[in-house]
């Protein structure tokens, strides 16, 4: 049974080993393996601050005692844009195509709504045809495409920029 739930501070340690194995396993995450600097107590004030705003959270996906996914939205810092949130996506490759992303998604809008969240928006590398497709049917648009945004082993890779309006 996967549950899904808002991370806690005393969640540092895992979490931060669970963004390390994500990043060892695949290369569309913004760290190489190995690149994250982040320490425990460097991550454990990070959750501090994310959990401190009304329009910020990291949701959890959790199976069997083990972190297996998770989805964090970090919220404008203006009042011009805090109800737009920019969500960033992991899930361990052996639990990709298993509804977890669309859980925490869903878990992601009604939070969204609570906390006068109108606008999500991520961004997505163009051959990353997992996630784009989880996005789209989560109701995402793509709204423009970001040329040359990441350089991944001696190449230059375009991401798309997507968005999702809320009601």
Request: proline share 1%.
């Amino acid at each position: 049974m996967i549950i899904i739930r808002q991370i806690k501070e005393e969640d540092a340690e895992e979490f931060l080993n669970l963004c390390k194995k994500i990043d060892a396993e695949t290369e569309f995450m913004m760290f190489e393996p190995g690149e994250r600097p982040t320490t425990i107590e460097e991550q454990t004030e990070e959750i501090k601050d994310i959990l401190s705003r009304d329009n910020q959270t990291i949701l959890i996906a959790g199976k069997d005692g083990q972190l297996i996914g998770y989805l964090t939205a970090y919220g404008g810092r203006y009042k011009r844009n805090r109800h737009n949130a920019y969500i960033i996506t992991g899930i361990l490759q052996s639990f990709t195509s298993q509804g977890i992303g669309t859980r925490l998604f869903e878990e992601l809008e009604g939070w969204a709504k609570k906390n006068k969240i109108i606008r999500l928006e991520l961004t997505v590398m163009i051959h990353n045809e997992l996630a784009i497709a989880l996005y789209r049917k989560m109701g995402f648009e793509i709204e423009g495409k970001k040329k040359h945004s990441l350089f991944i082993n001696d190449s230059y890779m375009d991401e798309y920029c997507m968005a999702k309006l809320l009601e």
